[in-house]
């Protein structure tokens, strides 16, 4: 709910809007709610305000980094974090500079994501770029083992599973995951949804419908393309 200018008029206008909405079933939400006299200060988020005034120039990939993984902890899974998170892989992405702190990057950037799975689309990305910067085959099966470990931790992690197939997929494509939806994509026959209760039309279009594009399977690299950095950074919401 908007917060209004002054105090008294303020409660006055949420009591009666409270009584209104009552007699719909309905009700304000009362950590949304609130009265304040600094009608600037108040329009800004809270995450939003702590950012403003604690950001601090970074001065390498691992500051920034540690920035954000400390911001995390007093405001996980904000808005703010998903935001400065995609600038990081702007940033990275058009970055020549090599690192030679590789594992130590993996392991922030890993960790951000375990604590905030709305950036997971995000997190996966810039780990696929830095991933994709270790020369040495079974180092990248190793790291991306440990990431998995570290995702599957997470409660209810089907979202982010299909996320981290995109970047174990090309270092190892004998993987095996339980969610169908992944196995769906080495096996065509695996079954996502029950359709045995629809008519034989609606049966035939669903069962025989692919949700795979084989092409683009196989066309993806270790590094996500510069196309799905685009779409990542410009998309609002991703489940």
Do not use: H
């Amino acid at each position: 709910m908007a917060r209004f200018l002054g105090s008294i008029t303020a409660d006055q206008i949420t009591k009666e809007l409270s009584e209104i909405l009552s007699e719909q079933g309905l009700k304000l939400n009362a950590d949304k709610t609130e009265t304040s006299s600094d009608i600037i200060k108040s329009s800004l988020k809270p995450d939003k305000r702590y950012w403003i005034v604690n950001k601090r120039i970074a001065e390498n990939k691992q500051k920034w980094l540690i920035q954000l993984y400390l911001f995390s902890e007093n405001y996980p899974n904000s808005g703010t974090i998903e935001k400065q998170l995609k600038e990081f892989l702007s940033v990275l992405e058009k970055s020549k500079k090599k690192d030679s702190n590789l594992k130590t990057l993996i392991s922030l950037v890993t960790e951000i994501g375990v604590r905030n799975p709305r950036v997971i689309p995000t997190a996966i990305a810039i780990l696929s770029i830095f991933i994709s910067r270790i020369k040495l085959k079974e180092n990248r099966i190793q790291l991306a083992k440990k990431i998995k470990s570290k995702f599957a931790q997470v409660p209810n992690s089907s979202f982010i599973m299909v996320w981290f197939q995109r970047l174990y997929l090309k270092i190892d494509k004998s993987e095996l995951y339980d969610e169908p939806l992944c196995k769906k994509i080495t096996n065509q026959e695996e079954i996502i949804w029950n359709s045995t209760w629809l008519n034989n039309k609606l049966k035939k279009i669903v069962e025989e419908t692919s949700i795979i594009q084989s092409s683009g399977v196989r066309k993806t690299r270790i590094k996500v393309s510069k196309t799905e950095i685009k779409e990542i950074v410009s998309s609002k919401f991703y489940y």
